[in-house]
């Protein structure tokens, strides 16, 4: 006959076993924080605040995403609070990436569903479609621009939980404030990468994603004054005034365009970008924005980003 396990052995089996799924749990949960927040040390992007204590963190995949929401809202001529709207959204469905599951047959980055009409799976995964047809339901709500942001936002996503996105609304104004150039030079991020890494196909790439975000008016014509290449690895992106902007905000409208190209710099591979006497460097991303005066008067107005190949 086989021996019994004492009562004392019987008793502390059990708090082992808890104790053994305790830290499964914690490190689970340590697994989806690193995945989400990309690990200390990891390359950043910050949006500076009022004070230190204030500024908002993304990862380089939130920061792109939300750039292209940005650039989409732009494409299409619509305020700043059109794209709050869509940035809090985002941060509530998705934490702002680009997510292949989600509630029933939900995906992407506003968790839009197929069997809603939003569009097939493959659609729906493209940032740039899934942003425009957020855009597009917003704009049919009356006088959304008015309203309070859950409200604004509930039209468009009939959640669940409306009242959850306005927890949001700060950190989505301040990228907001960045990301459309009002705030000038307040996105920074860090790269990581070592310098002969820095390879993503050049400077057609970086033609290719502008316009498919901003739209063709982005770039000049061929044939037109300015350049939009500079050699295999630079673009050069005449600034002017766009959608609902005004032409005394060219400023802000190189702004909102350098400030792309920061947030797509790890996707793109882009090894510098310059605009109004300011650099930023993936070799030197630790330092942020650098004053360094343009060559000329004419290039201090234009964006110019040169990639790694």
């Not at 004392?8 to 697994?31: E, F, H, K, N, Q």
């Not at 939900?106 to 569009?119: A, E, H, K, N, Y």
């Amino acid at each position: 006959m086989s021996a019994q396990p004492s009562p004392s052995v019987r008793r502390t089996r059990p708090w082992r076993i808890a104790a053994a799924v305790a830290v499964l749990i914690g490190l689970a949960c340590y697994v989806a924080v690193q995945y989400i927040t990309g690990g200390p040390g990891a390359p950043r992007c910050t949006v500076r605040g009022a004070g230190d204590a204030d500024a908002y963190e993304l990862s380089p995949e939130q920061a792109a995403n939300a750039a292209t929401i940005a650039a989409v809202a732009s494409s299409r001529g619509l305020p700043e609070r059109a794209v709050t709207i869509a940035l809090a959204t985002a941060m509530q469905e998705s934490g702002l990436r680009n997510l292949e599951f989600g509630d029933r047959d939900s995906v992407g980055l506003f968790q839009q569903r197929p069997s809603q009409d939003w569009g097939t799976v493959q659609k729906i995964m493209d940032p740039v479609y899934s942003a425009g047809e957020f855009y597009r339901h917003l704009e049919h709500v009356p006088g959304y621009s008015r309203l309070p942001l859950t409200v604004a936002a509930q039209r468009v996503q009939h959640s669940g939980y409306p009242q959850a996105y306005a927890k949001h609304e700060a950190n989505a104004a301040q990228l907001t404030g960045a990301l459309t150039g009002r705030d000038e030079g307040a996105m920074t991020c860090t790269e990581s990468r070592p310098v002969d890494s820095r390879a993503a196909g050049g400077a057609a790439k970086v033609r290719e994603k502008l316009v498919r975000e901003f739209g063709p008016r982005v770039l000049p014509r061929a044939g037109a004054g300015g350049s939009a290449a500079g050699g295999g690895r630079g673009v050069t992106i005449p600034v002017r005034a766009a959608g609902a902007m005004a032409v005394g905000d060219t400023p802000r409208r190189g702004w909102e365009l350098a400030t792309w190209a920061m947030a797509h710099s790890a996707e793109l591979h882009i090894e510098q970008i310059s605009y109004a006497g300011r650099t930023w460097t993936a070799a030197d991303s630790g330092n942020g924005w650098q004053q360094k005066p343009a060559a000329s008067a004419a290039a201090a107005r234009d964006v110019r980003i040169i990639t790694g190949q």
